[in-house]
T-cell receptor, first 117, second 117 residues
């Protein structure tokens, strides 16, 4: 019953360094998401993948890239980290939601805390 | 432009009493509303949802009320228990992007509930 697994849980980077956050889900969900949570800002969508082979920008995509490696895995890459990217990052997955179906309930991972110095 | 607003950053309630968490939204295209609960160092977990065609949904101690004309929803927890102490996020589901049938969640900033024994 792993659900959504994120690695690493913690990471400290220097400005300009690059890194990739990994995410894998074992629920056979079609859709996957990356959110960031900042104090007083709630959860903001960075990128999402509605289905394998597709990715789209969310609310705050600048400075990030994503790869939907296969149905299970969705990675988030910071090419040149900046202090403004210090945040807690959450990966989530869900069944695809189309008009006429019920609410798309997301299952979240435990989060990855990233600090950029 | 915040489409989902939780105007109370925090709320304290005595154990056994009712907790009422409020949420307002601006986008009339939202057709499902969800509440998530988040404990420190964990990912958000789904609590309860409501369709925009309903005005009430109940699940045990948790009830969500929707006033569509006022674009307002609330989560009632009765009776409140110390284990309910967490951050509660209101989320709304609606179409975004250019992809047909692409529905995503927009989150509020959250309300921290403290239930005092």
């Amino acid at each position: 019953n792993a659900g959504v697994t994120q690695t690493p849980k913690f990471q400290v980077l220097k400005t300009g360094q690059s890194m990739t956050l990994q995410c894998a889900q074992d629920m056979n969900h079609n859709s996957m998401y990356w959110y960031r949570q900042d104090p007083g800002m709630g959860l903001r969508l960075i990128y999402y993948s509605a289905s394998e082979g597709t990715t789209d920008k969310g609310e705050v995509p600048n400075g990030y890239n994503v790869s939907r490696l296969n149905k299970r895995e969705f990675s988030l890459r910071l090419e040149s980290a900046a202090p403004s990217q210090t945040s807690v990052y959450f990966c989530a997955s869900s069944e695809a939601r189309n008009r006429g179906t019920g609410a798309n309930v997301l299952t979240f991972g435990a989060g990855s805390r990233l600090t950029v110095l | 432009d915040q489409q989902v607003k939780q105007n109370s950053p925090s709320l304290s309630v005595q154990e056994g009493r009712i907790s009422i968490l409020n949420c307002d939204y601006t986008n009339s295209m939202f057709d499902y509303f969800l509440w998530y609960k988040k404990y420190p160092a964990e990912g958000p977990t789904f609590l309860i949802s409501i369709s925009s065609i309903k005005d009430k949904n109940e699940d045990g101690r948790f009830t969500v009320f929707l006033n569509k004309s006022a674009k307002h929803l609330s989560l009632h927890i009765v009776p409140s228990q110390p284990g309910d102490s967490a951050v509660y996020f209101c989320a709304a589901s609606g179409p975004i992007g250019s992809g047909a049938g692409s529905y995503q969640l927009t989150f509020g900033k959250g309300t921290k509930l403290s239930v005092i024994p």
